[in-house]
Nanobody
């Protein structure tokens, strides 16, 4: 059974930093894209950052220059370094990955809360 487990969320003051991690575990043969999403109450889930297996990255405009996505393929782990955090970054962050176990499937983590105080 493949699982994604996020960690690293918490409470930080505006201007501060947090680093999120998401580790994939289970019977994994290959992982394609790994992404970070966020979803505020009453809003649609938003793609924050994405990274391909080859390391190409993409960001939503609101986090460009502040967030950096990276991955360690040997550890099946994706990271999101978040700097210069703003109160509007407060929400739950979810990890997503396309993983080949017994077959290709899309997996979600349970989410980690990020709270930025002003």
């Amino acid at each position: 059974q493949v699982q994604l487990v996020e960690s690293g969320g918490g409470l930080v003051q505006a201007g501060g930093s947090l680093r999120l991690s998401c580790a994939a575990s289970g019977s994994i043969f290959s992982i394609n894209a790994m992404d970070w999403y966020r979803q505020a109450p009453g809003k649609q889930r938003e793609l924050v950052a994405a990274i391909t297996s080859g390391g190409s990255t993409n960001y939503v405009d609101s986090v460009k220059g502040r967030f950096t996505i990276s991955r360690d393929n040997a550890k099946n782990t994706v990271y999101l370094q978040m700097n210069k955090l703003k109160p509007e970054d407060t929400t739950v962050y979810y990890c997503n990955a396309e993983i080949r176990g017994s077959s290709w499937a899309n997996y979600w983590g349970r989410g980690t809360q990020v709270t930025v105080s002003s």
